[in-house]
Nanobody, 121 residues
Framework: QVQLVESGGGLVQAGGSLSLSCAAS????????MAWFRQAPGKGREFVAVIGSGGISTSYADSVKGRFTISRDNAKNTGYLQMNSLKPEDTAVYYC??????????????WGQGTQVTVSS
């Protein structure tokens, strides 16, 4: 069992940056791929980025490629999402997820409670 807690969300102006963290409990975190998803008001939960258990393999949604960076520190049981050049359309609740694969949200077993990111124009 893994519990995930996101932090770092907030309000930022367009063009600004935010760094999200996902703190995991449980020693198995380092065995799992970890992903970030987001959900805007009135929309479904969409894939943002995923990183393999070893922290080497990464993949991004086209909408964030070149602006967002996913990383992890298994020694600290923590994952990260660095978001640069933010746009108003990045406004959403951001969730971290673990023990899954790929871009399909249904493939992940563990989820955090989410953190709100709001980008003003």
């Amino acid at each position: 069992q893994v519990q995930l807690v996101e932090s770092g969300g907030g309000l930022v102006q367009a063009g600004g940056s935010l760094s999200l963290s996902c703190a995991a409990s449980g020693r198995a975190f380092s065995m799992y791929a970890m992903a970030w998803f987001r959900q805007a008001p009135g929309k479904g939960r969409e894939f943002v980025a995923v990183i393999g258990s070893g922290g080497i393999s990464t993949s991004y949604a086209d909408s964030v490629k070149g602006r967002f960076t996913i990383s992890r520190d298994n020694a600290k049981n923590t994952g990260y999402l660095q978001m640069n050049s933010l746009k108003p359309e990045d406004t959403a609740v951001y969730y971290c997820a673990a023990n899954g694969y790929g871009t399909n949200r249904h493939a992940y077993d563990y989820w955090g409670q989410g953190t709100q990111v709001t980008v003003s124009s």
